[in-house]
């Protein structure tokens, strides 16, 4: 059987982050829900900037849009608001069957925003009003300024896929955020039932910066025990993060605050593997896949780790085996001297960065098709 397929059967729903026209106008992503039982989408400033600096997907905007005085900001907007709607459609269906519980695809407000509370409120609200779909979610970064939005417009009855997680306490945060939302919406005489929201936690990034910062440790002088137990760690730290956060899902999801939430008809907030590509070739190619396989989860992958877990995937219950030796490698990583505090403040304010220099160089391609002639 199709190991993608078999997710569904752990409880996992595979999506796949990436977009672009052609997805939606050459049958790509109607072949993933038929073949892979693809269940929903993610978009960001990077997809979109690859999408328009690499295909001719969007000449026919671009053409109509040339010699009207329209800004880069504008244009792009149309054209993401479009293929977010064009992608939602295809994936309604699933929507429909699965009634509500999945079929999303995702936009997000601009990452220049993102320690912005007032200005993310009004950007998510007015792009939801635009997008006018039930089965979309609105992308906003889990920062400081971002968890009160993330309150306010679940309180609202707005989906909110919230991106950027790295640390275990920010995850936190913005599970208590998703459940005071919905407290606040229901008081309020809203349906509980029509609101979806995900958590996405990042994942091969926080590999990165913790090998990096090992062999920093490495180089700067360790004994020969620290140095077998920090090399001991490469390529753990990520997998052992996720399993943590996962623990603390498990709990706020049980608790009686909860409890009396899902009797009113709410759904839980899936927690969302975002990052899920290896970066590091020594590393298994679906490794982040294989390690967090477990239910109400979602895994987002590129379409090179789709097809690669397609090929040569293994799925079992991963993400709830020994949640001692992820605590383990948690407290050997502190005690060898990198702090997971500091690796995951670091890989927030990048993350929001990274972003804004995509959504800079989306701009600046978007203007460069305008000005054509």
Known sequence: MNPLRQLE?????VWVDNLQRSYITQGTLQKLITEDGLKGLTSNP??????????ED???LFQSARGQGRSAGDVYEQL???????????LRSVYDALKGRDGYASLEVSPRLANDTKATLEEARRLWKTLDRPNVMIKVPGTEAGVPAIEQLTAEGLNINVTLLFSQERYRQVTHAYLTGLERFAKAGGDLSKVSSVASFFVSRIDVAVDKEIEQRLKAGVT???RKVLESLHGKVAIANAKLAYRIYQEVFSSPRWKALSAKGAKVQRVLWASTSTKDPKLRDVLYIEELIGPDTVNTMPPATID?????????TTL????AGAKETMRQLEA???SMKSVTERLAVDGVRLFEESFDALLKAVEAQLKKS
């Open 320 to 323: 709830l085996e020994d949640l």
């Open 9 to 13: 059967e752990f409880g996992q729903a």
């Open 46 to 55: 990077t997809i979109f900037q690859k999408a328009v600096a690499g295909s």
């Open 336 to 338: 060898g001297g990198v």
């Open 224 to 226: 020969a025990e620290q």
């Open 308 to 316: 690669a877990f397609r090929d040569h995937g293994k799925v079992r």
């Open 80 to 90: 993401a608001v479009r293929d977010v709607q064009g992608a939602a459609d295809i």
């Open 58 to 60: 969007y000449e026919d």
